[in-house]
């Protein structure tokens, strides 16, 4: 069975940018959520989706948006670029809210 | 607002040895607690959930205990080897909006 899939695996985007991440999960799951990791910190809640609506947003600026569609797939968009959203974005799926978790491999997103 | 914490930080040990991982939380109520390791660039895998009625659990050489009433979870690695160098992460399924919240991780370096 696959796992969860991320695309891409690596970005270079310029300050000021648009850019859009993609995630698949396992099938079966209905519920999607993104985290940002920063280099040696723990990874951050960004959004969760289940069942296609918003179930959750953390402290991040409307920049960051997403949306969950009919496949249960996902995508993280995020608008003007700082140099500060340089990170790796994990995308995380599960059956339901507040089951186990399965990650992707992340996306590596440098903002130069 | 619950905080996920993990000491240490960083530990470096000899190949054979048996050693643990420590988690603490700072509110009591949550539904689970997982525990994840990631190798450096990489995603995030998962070895262990904990539900929240259960006070351990056990994977081969992996055996994680949760004590919800202190707010204390431990990795136990036993005969520890070079291939288990990696960070691991412990979190908890406790956010209001069914999020997961990290710690920083403790990197493991097992020395041949």
């Known amino acids: 069975d696959a796992g969860v899939t991320q695309s891409p695996t690596h970005l270079i985007k310029t300050r000021g940018q648009q850019v859009t991440l993609r995630c698949s999960p396992i099938s079966g799951h209905k519920s999607v959520s993104w985290y940002q990791q920063v280099l040696g910190q723990g990874p951050q809640f960004i959004f969760q989706?289940?069942?296609?609506?918003?179930?959750g947003r953390g402290n991040f600026p409307d920049r960051f948006s997403a949306r969950q569609f009919p496949n249960y797939s996902s995508e993280l968009n995020v608008n003007a670029l700082l140099l500060g959203d340089s990170a790796l974005y994990l995308c995380a799926s599960s059956p339901w809210v507040n089951t186990e978790a399965f990650f992707g491999q992340g996306t590596r997103l440098t903002v130069v | 607002k619950q905080e996920v914490t993990q000491i240490p930080a960083a530990l470096s040990v000899p190949e054979g040895e048996n050693l643990v991982l420590n988690c603490s939380f700072t509110d009591s109520a949550i539904y689970n607690l997982q525990w994840f390791r990631q190798d450096p660039g990489k995603g995030l895998t998962s070895l262990l959930l904990i539900q929240s009625s259960q006070r351990e659990q056990t994977s081969g050489r992996l055996n994680a205990s949760l004590d919800k009433s202190s707010g204390r979870s431990t990795l136990y690695i036993a005969a520890s080897q070079p291939g288990d160098s990696a960070t691991y992460l412990c979190?908890?399924?406790?956010?209001?909006?069914?999020?997961?919240?990290f710690g920083k991780g403790t990197k493991l370096s097992v020395k041949p």
């Open positions: 989706y289940y069942e296609k609506e918003e179930r």
């Open positions: 979190a908890i399924y406790g956010g209001s909006q069914g999020n997961l919240i």
